[in-house]
Every structure is written in C-alpha cells, then in structure tokens.
C-alpha cells in the first residue's frame, strides 16, 4: 500500500509565492447554474477561502486585464482599433450568413472574435493551454448557446477612459 500526502484541492488550487496566488492545474471553475449542484461539489472541498483577484495578461509589453476581449481599452488606439475591426468583421459576418457551426474550436474563435483577434492571442493562448492545435479540438464545449457570453459591439471598452 502507498500513502501519499493530499491538499485540499487537489490539482486545482492556487498556491502563494511571494504574496501572489497562482492557479495550479485547471480551473477553479464550476460551469453549472444548479445550487445544488455547486454547493455538492463545494461540500467536498472542506474549508476553503474566497478571495477576489484580477488576472492580466501581457501582449506586447501591455497588461491587460482578463479576459483579452474586455481588456481591449488598455493599448495604443492603432492597437485598439485593429482588434475593434477584427471583432465588428466578424460580427457582421455572422450577422450575413447567420448561425454556423464551427468546425473546431479554431473556426468558432475566429467566426466569434475575427482573425486579428484570434492569431495574436486566442489561438495561441488556447493551444498552450490545451498543448495541441485548435483545429483539432472539437468545438461543441463552447459552441452551446448560452455556454459563453459572445461579443457585442457595446460591450467593448475600444476608447480609454482618460483622455
């Protein structure tokens, strides 16, 4: 028999270096509306802590706060202007050709976000987190309505607030 010693959490946790808390091993995640639900998974984790915390990500020597798409406002106005036109492109184009199924996670990414959006961050963000190429992960985790929120043009914060 071999004994191990086990954290709450197991995989996925967070851990404390220097001050700062980092995500180990997946998400912390629970995607269910259930009340039930979640609270029969949280009644198996035992004592734990909510804390809030702000994740940013770095693009280009800028950290933007997460998710990318809301973090938008933080670059410089060419920078903001060209994601602005990758995500109005690729909302007109859905709007043109109405709902498609995507492919892979690769076409729904690019169909959702457009192309400029898609290959300077989702994509290669996504296939380091799945360590394999995006047109080789199915789609249908994502692509079920009301699953994610989808981009809208109001919701983006293209222009700074600071003038």
């Not at 028999?1 to 001050?19: A, F, H, T, W, Y």
């Not at 933007?64 to 060419?78: R, S, T």
């Not at 290959?119 to 985790?141: F, G, H, M, T």
Request: charged letters at 20%.
């Amino acid at each position: 028999m071999v004994c191990i010693d086990v954290e709450p959490g197991g995989l996925l946790r967070s851990i404390s270096i220097k001050g700062y808390l980092f995500d180990i091993g997946g998400s912390h995640v629970v995607f269910s509306k259930d009340p039930a639900v979640l609270n029969g998974i949280l009644s198996l984790v035992g004592e734990r802590t909510r804390k809030a915390g702000k994740a940013y990500i770095s693009l280009n020597g800028y950290l933007l706060p997460y998710p990318f798409e809301n973090g938008i406002y933080v670059l410089p106005p060419e920078q903001r202007a060209r994601y602005g036109h990758s995500i109005i492109l690729a909302l007109l184009e859905n709007a043109r050709h109405g709902e498609r199924k995507p492919a892979s996670l690769r076409d729904w990414i690019v169909n959702t976000f457009g192309r400029e959006v898609a290959e300077d961050y989702l994509i290669p963000y996504n296939e380091k987190i799945w360590k394999r190429p995006v047109d080789q992960i199915s789609a249908d985790w994502v692509y079920t309505p009301g699953r994610l929120p989808l981009p809208g043009v109001v919701q983006y914060r293209f222009m700074s607030t600071t003038y």
